[in-house]
């Protein structure tokens, strides 16, 4: 039905005026992304943007090399340290840093090019898939998830444009038969398994989309090698140089029961406005009914578990439970109407849609590779990223059959909808660039304070913390490192946690304490609010309200009892 209703419009629709349309849209999306990109060009380097730009410095010198020599990570020394992500990124940013060196506006003005090509990508792929392309892209741009990581120079935004670029390609080559666009998708899949290893997922996807259209050209099975002959060719340097293939897993402690729910809650909270799914998936008696069997038992698993551990107060508890149940109806609303859809082709005799068997399958993919063989040890929005497509697809496709004869109603909807998703998007956004800064400001305040000073200064904590305080000349105190008496080191709670060389036990005293405030009332990475946008061992909610403090930086002196200097981890 909605390919003939497209076919229709296309008709009624003159050639130019179909081309003013898209040059508007396109318009419109380019400008929407740098508006919400430009502002944040000066935020301060976050979380794993460090071990990006360390990546690209090795790459500068030597764009063969996949180690760090004599590198701390997590309080661990490795005289010889893999690099745990494919190096394309590292590639991209070496001649940016050999040529203008680690400016924060150079660095993320050099990442624009993917917001873009993620946002374009998502409407060539909303014109195949739904009425909307404009509300889907749109929609897609403002969700939290997408808004903070395009602040970022993490690898999960130029992946995920490149999955959006090589399944844009691909699902129109194989619609045209064109071997062009099948080419050129084979080039943006091994890019963007070049960039992260969830895109392993992205082959077999596309690969169910050709078999849902019963397309086994040879021309599409060409499209698959490329990346095949890429990636494999990468693992076989590495192997050859190393000894050993590079890890595609760093699995710690998996706990399955912890990781489905927060996966409920973290799909609940990071794409779609939540309340907006309880519309448009719990629309039909059978939905309200099996709502009513089995949100209860989902809400008491979810909430009640960390409520009764002590992580969530009772409000907070709340949120996680409205979280969860929206991640349900995501959930639902894909296995719905993949189920719908195969009962029309069984009835039809493949005469009906498989566009959502298709979305459910993109959805199952990356869940499957996430809990397979390049399963996170903790469930973070920016490893979600590959599922917000489908999810957004999904969510427009089913809200314009709500009311059929009110469009009105549906745009109104929908308008809300993306209206509401913005404002958790640019919340979550300020939030996590006021994170950023604090520590960017207490390393130039630390700097300053002993500069010119014969007092031996360590920094213990990871991320955005250790990479500034490293800048202002600060040394890390690692599992490797010789500290002695009368040595002070700065201790970051929230850069700190999993850290495995903590300050001496017995052997240092504490001289001050930072609680670093900040009145925006969103916060991103907390664990006094149980907000873990980076990582669900943070908190169980991607992010949350509350005014409540953002870090405490210590500042503690070592001594021992005798004078001969010892490691600074005994």
Request: aromatic share 14%; charged share 15%.
């Amino acid at each position: 039905m909605l390919k003939n209703f497209n076919k229709y419009m296309m008709k009624q629709m003159s050639p130019s005026s179909a081309r003013a349309k898209l040059a508007r849209d396109l318009a419109i999306l380019v400008l929407t992304v740098l508006l919400l990109t430009v502002p944040f060009i000066n935020q301060a380097f976050h979380w794993d943007d460090r071990d990006f730009i360390e990546q690209a410095r090795v790459a500068a010198k030597d764009p063969l090399q996949f180690h760090f020599e004599d590198y701390s990570s997590r309080g661990r020394f490795f005289k010889t340290f893999l690099f745990m992500h494919p190096p394309l990124i590292s590639w991209y940013l070496a001649p940016v840093i050999r040529a203008g060196g680690e400016s924060e506006p150079l660095l993320h003005g050099a990442y624009l090019a993917f917001p873009l090509i993620a946002t374009l990508s998502m409407y060539s792929l909303a014109r195949r898939f739904t009425r909307r392309p404009l509300a889907a892209s749109l929609l897609f741009t403002f969700t939290p998830g997408y808004l903070v990581m395009s602040h970022t120079l993490m690898a999960n935004m130029p992946g995920v444009a490149f999955w959006l670029l090589a399944s844009a390609f691909f699902v129109w080559g194989v619609d045209r038969d064109d071997w062009k666009l099948l080419l050129a998708s084979g080039v943006a899949m091994a890019a963007s398994i070049m960039i992260f290893a969830q895109a392993l997922a992205l082959a077999p996807i596309l690969f169910v989309y050709a078999a849902l259209k019963l397309r086994f050209r040879l021309r599409v099975i060409a499209a698959f090698i490329i990346p095949a002959v890429v990636y494999a060719s990468w693992r076989f340097y590495i192997n050859s140089r190393y000894g050993r293939p590079p890890a595609i897993s760093y699995r710690v402690d998996f706990n399955v029961g912890n990781q489905m729910r927060s996966l409920f809650v973290f799909l609940g909270g990071s794409i779609v406005f939540p309340l907006a799914t309880l519309v448009v998936f719990l629309r039909r008696k059978i939905d309200l009914l099996l709502a009513f069997a089995l949100v209860p038992p989902l809400v008491t698993w979810v909430s009640i578990y960390f409520i009764a551990k002590g992580d969530l107060t009772l409000v907070q508890g709340l949120q996680v439970a409205v979280l969860a149940v929206a991640g349900y109806c995501i959930i639902y609303g894909l296995l719905f109407g993949s189920a719908t859809e195969a009962w029309e082709i069984i009835r039809r005799k493949r005469r009906a849609s498989t566009d959502t068997i298709f979305l459910l399958f993109w959805f199952l993919g990356v869940a499957a590779i996430y809990a397979g063989t390049t399963s996170m040890p903790y469930v973070a929005v920016r490893h979600l990223l590959p599922l917000f497509a489908p999810v957004v697809l999904l969510f427009v496709r089913e809200a314009d059959g709500l009311w059929p004869t009110h469009p009105r109603l549906t745009s109104s909807l929908i308008t809300v909808t993306i209206a509401l998703t913005l404002l958790g998007g640019l919340s979550a956004s300020i939030a996590d660039y006021r994170l950023a800064g604090n520590y960017r400001d207490f390393a130039a305040q630390a700097g300053q304070e002993y500069k010119g000073s014969q007092v031996k200064v360590w920094s213990l904590g990871e991320f955005g913390f250790r990479y500034y305080m490293e800048r202002e000349g600060f040394e890390y105190l690692g599992a490797n490192s010789v500290a002695s008496p009368g040595d002070v080191v700065f201790y970051s709670e929230v850069n700190g946690r999993g850290v495995v060389a903590p300050l001496p036990e017995g052997h240092y005293r504490r001289l001050s304490q930072l609680d670093v405030e900040d009145s925006f009332p969103v916060r991103s990475m907390n664990p006094w609010s149980g907000a873990g946008f980076y990582g669900n061992l943070m908190g169980p909610l991607p992010f949350t309200l509350g005014t409540g403090k953002l870090d405490e930086i210590s500042k503690n002196e070592l001594f021992w009892d005798t004078e001969e200097p010892k490691a600074g981890d005994a």
